[in-house]
Protein backbone atom coordinates (compact mmCIF):
# COMPACT_ATOMS: atom_id res chain seq x y z
CA UNK A 1 0.00 0.00 0.00
CA UNK A 2 0.99 3.65 -0.65
CA UNK A 3 -0.07 6.58 0.92
CA UNK A 4 -0.14 10.35 -0.30
CA UNK A 5 -0.49 12.90 2.11
CA UNK A 6 -1.65 16.55 1.19
CA UNK A 7 -3.19 19.74 2.33
CA UNK A 8 -1.02 21.26 4.65
CA UNK A 9 -0.39 24.27 5.09
CA UNK A 10 -0.08 27.74 6.78
CA UNK A 11 -3.26 28.88 8.81
CA UNK A 12 -3.97 31.24 11.19
CA UNK A 13 -5.59 30.20 14.84
CA UNK A 14 -9.07 29.49 14.78
CA UNK A 15 -9.06 28.44 11.16
CA UNK A 16 -9.75 25.08 9.45
CA UNK A 17 -7.75 22.58 6.89
CA UNK A 18 -8.07 19.66 4.94
CA UNK A 19 -6.21 16.66 5.08
CA UNK A 20 -6.10 14.25 2.48
CA UNK A 21 -4.48 10.85 2.53
CA UNK A 22 -4.59 8.90 -0.86
CA UNK A 23 -3.95 5.21 -0.80
CA UNK A 24 -3.20 3.38 -3.83
CA UNK A 25 -1.74 -0.52 -4.31
CA UNK A 26 -3.17 -3.61 -2.50
CA UNK A 27 -5.66 -1.40 -0.95
CA UNK A 28 -7.73 -4.34 0.14
CA UNK A 29 -5.03 -5.00 2.64
CA UNK A 30 -6.35 -1.59 4.63
CA UNK A 31 -7.79 -2.11 8.22
CA UNK A 32 -7.57 0.71 9.98
CA UNK A 33 -5.91 4.26 8.68
CA UNK A 34 -4.79 6.55 11.09
CA UNK A 35 -3.58 9.86 11.21
CA UNK A 36 -0.31 10.82 13.44
CA UNK A 37 1.92 14.09 13.87
CA UNK A 38 4.86 15.00 14.84
CA UNK A 39 5.83 18.61 16.51
CA UNK A 40 9.34 19.49 16.68
CA UNK A 41 11.43 18.05 19.15
CA UNK A 42 8.24 15.66 20.31
CA UNK A 43 7.50 12.44 19.41
CA UNK A 44 5.24 11.08 16.78
CA UNK A 45 1.58 10.87 18.32
CA UNK A 46 -1.60 9.57 17.58
CA UNK A 47 -4.47 11.64 16.33
CA UNK A 48 -7.25 10.02 14.65
CA UNK A 49 -7.98 6.47 12.97
CA UNK A 50 -10.87 5.26 11.21
CA UNK A 51 -11.56 2.09 10.58
CA UNK A 52 -12.03 0.99 6.81
CA UNK A 53 -14.79 -1.42 6.49
CA UNK A 54 -16.98 -0.65 9.85
CA UNK A 55 -16.56 3.08 9.90
CA UNK A 56 -15.51 3.53 12.96
CA UNK A 57 -13.66 6.39 14.40
CA UNK A 58 -11.59 7.18 17.21
CA UNK A 59 -9.70 10.48 17.97
CA UNK A 60 -6.70 11.46 20.61
CA UNK A 61 -8.82 13.41 23.52
CA UNK A 62 -6.57 17.08 22.23
CA UNK A 63 -8.52 17.18 19.13
CA UNK A 64 -11.83 15.74 19.88
CA UNK A 65 -14.69 17.66 18.83
CA UNK A 66 -12.34 19.67 16.48
CA UNK A 67 -10.95 17.32 14.01
CA UNK A 68 -12.92 14.75 11.90
CA UNK A 69 -11.89 11.83 10.10
CA UNK A 70 -13.89 10.58 7.17
CA UNK A 71 -13.24 8.02 4.39
CA UNK A 72 -13.92 8.20 0.69
CA UNK A 73 -14.41 4.29 -0.19
CA UNK A 74 -14.59 4.92 -4.26
CA UNK A 75 -11.50 7.35 -4.13
CA UNK A 76 -9.53 5.32 -1.46
CA UNK A 77 -8.77 8.37 0.30
CA UNK A 78 -8.71 9.83 4.36
CA UNK A 79 -9.72 13.15 5.03
CA UNK A 80 -8.87 14.72 8.47
CA UNK A 81 -10.89 17.67 8.38
CA UNK A 82 -9.33 20.21 11.24
CA UNK A 83 -11.22 22.71 12.66
CA UNK A 84 -10.46 25.83 15.55
CA UNK A 85 -7.00 24.84 14.77
CA UNK A 86 -4.39 26.16 17.34
CA UNK A 87 -1.09 26.96 17.50
CA UNK A 88 0.08 23.55 19.64
CA UNK A 89 -1.26 21.68 16.66
CA UNK A 90 1.71 22.71 14.40
CA UNK A 91 3.17 19.72 13.43
CA UNK A 92 4.22 17.24 10.56
CA UNK A 93 0.86 15.28 10.37
CA UNK A 94 1.12 11.39 8.88
CA UNK A 95 -1.29 8.94 7.19
CA UNK A 96 -0.87 5.18 8.33
CA UNK A 97 -2.37 2.21 7.57
CA UNK A 98 -3.17 -0.91 9.70
CA UNK A 99 -3.01 -4.04 7.57
CA UNK A 100 -4.86 -6.31 10.30
CA UNK A 101 -6.84 -5.64 13.67
CA UNK A 102 -3.95 -5.16 16.63
CA UNK A 103 -4.69 -3.87 19.69
CA UNK A 104 -2.35 -1.36 20.12
CA UNK A 105 -4.06 1.38 17.43
CA UNK A 106 -2.26 4.70 18.63
CA UNK A 107 0.85 3.41 18.90
CA UNK A 108 2.95 3.96 15.94
CA UNK A 109 5.31 1.23 15.61
CA UNK A 110 2.01 -1.01 15.43
CA UNK A 111 1.41 0.83 11.77
CA UNK A 112 2.81 -1.14 8.54
CA UNK A 113 2.68 1.88 5.39
CA UNK A 114 3.29 5.37 6.34
CA UNK A 115 2.78 8.27 3.84
CA UNK A 116 5.76 11.01 3.43
CA UNK A 117 3.79 13.49 5.83
CA UNK A 118 1.98 16.91 5.52
CA UNK A 119 3.23 20.17 7.65
CA UNK A 120 0.97 22.34 9.21
CA UNK A 121 1.73 25.52 10.98
CA UNK A 122 -0.71 27.55 12.69
CA UNK A 123 0.32 30.82 13.25
CA UNK A 124 -1.29 32.45 16.83
Known amino acids: VQLQASGGGLVQAGNSLRLSCAAS????????VGWFRQAPGKEREFVAR????????YYADSVKGRFTISRDNAKNTVYLQMNYLKPEDTAVYYC??????????????????WGQGTLVTVSS
Open 25 to 32: GRTSDIYT
Open 96 to 113: AVQKAYRALTTTPAFYDY
Open 50 to 57: VVWSAYRT
